[in-house]
């Protein structure tokens, strides 16, 4: 009588040497040393996206206007300032970042890296670190953009004298 061990069969072993083969031969067509995409395939140029382009595309109906009416604002009171997106968001530099703006669902918030340097006679920044400060919008309809026009120009002013505030010293 036979055993259950003597009764099962072995399945015949898979012969892989035409799948190496194929392999070997499809590298051997590439070109030595080669690395990165085919020539074919150039990767696409990413264009910057503009502090235009994010008003348009990523700031909700209700912040537009307003987000438009500060970047005018600080283009009138700081015309050689450089506007970029950078961490996610607007930001204003001279000498280094001086001011950004953030749309929220709520509110916009806009400000300044030496916030905590600035004069604020009007009482409209807030935060408690002790370098940045900002202001909230809250209302589209009252924006505060001569005190912002204001603190604006302090805050360039701060970075001409002080330069980068990003850099430790």
């Not at 909700?60 to 950078?86: D, H, Q, S």
């Not at 900002?134 to 912002?148: G, S």
């Amino acid at each position: 009588m036979a055993t259950r061990a003597s009764r099962k069969k072995t399945a015949p072993k898979k012969k892989t040497t035409k799948k190496t083969t194929a392999k070997k031969t499809a590298r051997s067509k590439a070109a030595p040393g080669r690395v990165g995409p085919s020539p074919a395939r150039k990767p696409l140029q990413k264009r910057e996206m503009t502090v235009e382009d994010f008003i348009a595309q990523k700031v909700p109906p209700p912040w537009k206007g307003v987000m438009a009416e500060l970047r005018m604002t600080v283009k009138t009171a700081v015309p050689e300032a450089n506007e970029c997106i950078k961490w996610g968001q607007p930001v204003y530099e001279l000498n280094g970042p001086f001011a950004w703006m953030k749309p929220f669902c709520r509110h916009v918030g806009f400000g300044f890296w030496r916030g905590a340097e600035l004069e604020d006679p009007y009482g409209i920044l807030e935060g408690t670190g002790d370098r940045m400060k900002h202001v909230k919008i809250t209302d589209p309809e009252n924006v505060p953009i001569e005190e912002l026009d204001h603190l604006i120009r302090q805050a360039a002013e701060l970075n001409r004298q002080k330069g980068d505030p990003t850099e430790r010293r």
